[in-house]
């Protein structure tokens, strides 16, 4: 497989419809009055979930980028406080700064002059850009495929 095959196949996998869905499909529409609902017997509500998956991208966006990276805490640094809520505002961040973070790493991706076998500056060993947008695009996969079910499951499409 060429350079070009793999970087086309994790940009595919970052921002496509595969065997998975979409995050922009799965917060398109979503009811306000329900931004805070927690779904029965889950310890999160909607936003924290979107929160959860905005924080552990960005962290590993920050672990690529910044040679002076610090980690986060698991699990209390990757979660919303508890007892936190958002407004509209709130959850248009959420959304906003998730995109966003998702266009850079994808933006690293596209980047021939970035070496996707390179140890990351900082980081640990065999640790490399490939491996961390691998876990970005699973860890996105999973949560946005239960946000899609718990809002199948509320009825709130």
Do not use: C
């Amino acid at each position: 497989m060429s350079q070009l095959q793999l970087r086309r196949q994790l940009i595919t996998a970052l921002e496509n419809r595969q065997a998975h869905q979409l995050f922009d499909d799965v917060v398109k529409d979503f009811p306000a009055a329900h931004y805070n609902t927690r779904p029965p017997r889950l310890p999160y509500s909607f936003w924290q979930l979107l929160e959860h998956l905005r924080i552990a991208q960005w962290d590993i966006l920050d672990y690529i980028e910044n040679p002076d990276y610090q980690a986060l805490q698991f699990p209390q640094d990757y979660w919303p406080d508890p007892d936190s809520r958002a407004d509209a505002q709130a959850w248009q961040q959420t959304i906003s700064q998730f995109r966003r973070d998702q266009a850079a790493l994808a933006g690293i991706v596209r980047d021939p002059s970035r070496d996707l076998f390179a140890q990351i500056a900082g980081g640990q060993p065999g640790h490399n850009i490939l491996r961390e947008v691998i876990i970005v695009a699973q860890h996105n996969a999973y949560h946005i495929g239960e946000f899609g079910i718990l809002r199948a499951t509320l009825d709130l499409w």
